[in-house]
């Protein structure tokens, strides 16, 4: 598992303060499911998880995962890449979207997550997400990933409109080695009140 302060550990503190039972989350990186996992908990069984990854044997192993836990009965787990996550998802309708960059954990390393996708799945995602919704990002880079994704990622949340979106980052001052970081983005709630915008 992980520590309590790594970019793991604060993504799931986060998640824990900001999903309700009854919730509906996404996790757009499902790997080995442990995340999805996670959200099945938080949102409980009146809620609903829906998890995605580009990998067959990902979603094999997200799929037992949550039957292992017994959460087959509010999960959906589809093989797709997260840059078709809107034809899954209505907008406006998601409480939480979870992306969790990089390679499956014990698998090949030359599959992972990249710009190319990822923008425009966040883009989607800001779209599906409910007002007063979050956004969980959590990057990682270096070694085979390179640093496109992350400068690419950081480009576009550093450009969304400050009163529509919220957006905080979480930064290891003395970590050494490119540790991943968390960034959420938080839809204001304000902001889209009355179905304005
Ligand atoms: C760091 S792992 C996720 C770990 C996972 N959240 C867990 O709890 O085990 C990243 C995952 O993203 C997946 N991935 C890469 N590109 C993708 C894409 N375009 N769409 C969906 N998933 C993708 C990889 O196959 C890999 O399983």
Redesign the pocket.
């Known amino acids: 598992m992980f520590s309590e302060y790594s970019a793991l550990g604060i993504v799931h503190k986060i998640l824990k303060m900001h999903v309700r039972p009854g919730d509906f989350c996404i996790?757009?990186?499902?790997?080995?499911?442990?995340?999805?996992v996670y959200l099945c908990e938080l949102c409980g069984k009146e809620g609903r998880v829906l998890a995605?990854?580009?990998?067959q044997s990902?979603v094999d192993s997200?799929i037992a995962n949550l039957e292992e836990h017994g959460f087959s009965d509010v999960s959906e787990v589809v093989c797709?890449?997260?840059?078709e996550i809107d034809k899954y998802a209505d907008p406006n309708s998601a409480d939480c979207i979870?992306f969790?960059?990089?390679?499956?954990?014990g698998?090949s390393h030359d599959?992972?997550?990249?710009a190319e996708?990822?923008i425009p799945?966040i883009q989607k995602s800001l779209d599906i997400l409910k007002p007063g919704g979050l956004l969980s990002l959590c990057i990682?880079y270096g070694r085979n990933n390179g640093y496109s994704e992350r400068d690419a990622i950081m480009e576009f949340v550093r450009s969304l409109n400050g009163a529509q979106y919220n957006v905080m980052k979480c930064d290891f001052l003395n970590r050494p080695n490119d540790p991943p970081f968390p960034i959420f983005i938080v839809k204001d709630k304000e902001y889209y009140k009355n179905g304005k915008h």
């Open positions: 996790d757009a990186t499902a790997g080995n499911g442990h995340d999805s995605m990854d580009i990998q990902a997200t797709t890449s997260h840059s979870v969790n960059f990089g390679w499956l954990p698998g599959v992972f997550t990249r996708t990822s799945a990682y």
